[in-house]
Nanobody, 126 residues
Framework: QVQVVESGGGLVQAGGSLRLSCTAS????????MGWFRQAPGKEREGVSC????????YYADSVKGRFTISRDNAKNTLYLQMNSLKPEDTAMYYC???????????????????WGQGTQVTVSS
């Protein structure tokens, strides 16, 4: 049974930083594409950042480029999202997701992922 668990969310002031972590079990983590997604109240879930199985390819939404950094430690089955210079508009539930996309796969659309965590709340105050 696949389990995806996020941690690290919280309340932070604008300009601050948070690091999200995600562990995945029940799958071969080091061959899976991983991604971070977020959903704000009243809005659709969107791709924030995704990373290929070996970390060689990454994707960032325009809204977070230069502020967020995705990384993974395959030895620890863990995915990270370092979020710096946080803005109130970054406030959302953040979800980790996993799926197998082959050697060259790097999708970052919600529909491309089958395994999801329960989410961790990030709130940025102004």
């Amino acid at each position: 049974q696949v389990q995806v668990v996020e941690s690290g969310g919280g309340l932070v002031q604008a300009g601050g930083s948070l690091r999200l972590s995600c562990t995945a079990s029940g799958l071969t983590f080091d061959v899976y594409t991983m991604g971070w997604f977020r959903q704000a109240p009243g809005k659709e879930r969107e791709g924030v950042s995704c990373i290929s199985w070996n970390g060689g390819s990454t994707y960032y939404a325009d809204s977070v480029k230069g502020r967020f950094t995705i990384s993974r430690d395959n030895a620890k089955n863990t995915l990270y999202l370092q979020m710096n210079s946080l803005k109130p508009e970054d406030t959302a539930m953040y979800y980790c997701a996993a799926d197998f996309m082959g050697d060259y796969g790097l999708g970052c659309l919600v529909a491309e992922y089958n395994y999801w965590g329960q989410g961790t709340q990030v709130t940025v105050s102004s």
